[in-house]
């Protein structure tokens, strides 16, 4: 079975299958797959109209996504292991991730193993945008830090901004890796430097929205995301200069306002570590999208 390189004339066939159904876990996006390949080879063939997405490296090939069809298709499951099986040495490297909770039993019925992974953490638009209320106190307090403290604008994110949001990006991976004693946030932290790049030169392309903050002339904050569904909004990416007190928590705000279509918030998911998970969990999401890993007991 021919397997084909993912590419942007691709986004049409992505976003017509991932259509089939709504989603709200933030894996389920064109943008948030193709920026990807700045890590993985990632391949493509179709399987009963099922759309399967593999993603290939060194170590050797999985499913970001199952696949993709009008509903769960065995047939297509089932190849979709025998393509990744043909491609690992280890089979126990093939796999499907991010499954929703709504295919779990078909899943566990048809016989494949599964085990929860990192959910995504889905908050309420308005109450970032406003940040009323005793439970967010301390984030009112840091917005209100830096709308007294600094000469800032706020623009929308444009093409001509990348080479300014790189280059904060950059500091910012070296100042976290400077207080960093885990390898694998460390290994983290390298693969978002291409991915960034990946998104950032590719933009427009991939219907990304954003804004930048600029404090004294300079990009010291930014922040992008993706439409996910109808009410939901996906943000991606969110790096600020971490010298520059309430200013992460003035620029979730202040994007957060500005999508007034959404009624929801999706921050995505905290990898598994724990600083992560305490600063998701701050915001007060209304709740967690868990999400499954589909496995075989082989």
């Known amino acids: 079975m021919k397997l084909n390189k993912l590419t942007l004339r691709d986004q049409g066939l992505f976003n017509k299958h991932l259509a089939f159904a709504r989603h709200e876990l933030a894996s389920f996006s064109f943008a948030n797959t193709y920026i990807w390949r700045a890590i993985f080879d990632i391949q493509w063939t179709l399987v009963e109209n099922s759309l399967c997405v593999f993603f290939r490296d060194k170590v050797g090939c999985f499913m970001y996504l199952p696949p993709l069809g009008e509903k769960p ?6 190849q979709s292991f025998v393509i990744m099986d043909g491609i690992n040495k280890n089979k126990d490297i ?5 499954i929703g909770q709504e295919d779990l039993e078909y899943y566990r019925a048809s016989g494949y193993l599964c085990r929860q992974k990192y959910p995504d953490y889905l908050c309420s638009r308005s109450e970032l ?4 209320g005793n439970k967010f106190k301390s984030q009112r307090a840091s917005y209100n830090y830096f709308i ?3 000469n800032f604008e706020v623009s929308t994110l444009k093409l001509k901004d990348e080479a300014g949001c790189l280059s904060l990006f950059d500091n910012w991976i070296e100042e976290r890796k400077a207080h960093c ?4 946030y460390c290994g983290m932290l390298e693969d978002n430097r291409k991915v960034i790049k990946e998104a950032l030169s590719n933009y427009e392309q991939l219907d990304l929205k954003g804004i930048t903050v600029k404090v004294d002339e300079n990009i010291k904050g930014f922040t992008f995301g993706y439409k996910l569904n109808n009410d939901t909004f996906c943000i991606l990416y969110e790096v600020t200069d971490l010298s520059i007190k309430g200013l992460a928590q003035f620029i979730f705000c202040k994007f957060s306002g500005g999508l007034k279509n959404y009624n929801y918030i999706n921050i995505m998911d905290d990898s598994g570590l724990d600083n992560l998970r305490k600063v998701k969990l701050s915001y007060k999401p209304e709740r967690l999208i868990t999400a499954y890993i589909a496995t075989r007991d082989v």
């Open 94 to 98: 093939s796999r499907i991730e991010n």
């Open 148 to 150: 007294k403290h600094y």
């Open 181 to 184: 004693d885990e390898d694998f």
């Open 73 to 78: 298709c065995l047939l297509a499951i089932k």
């Open 129 to 132: 945008a406003n940040l009323r």
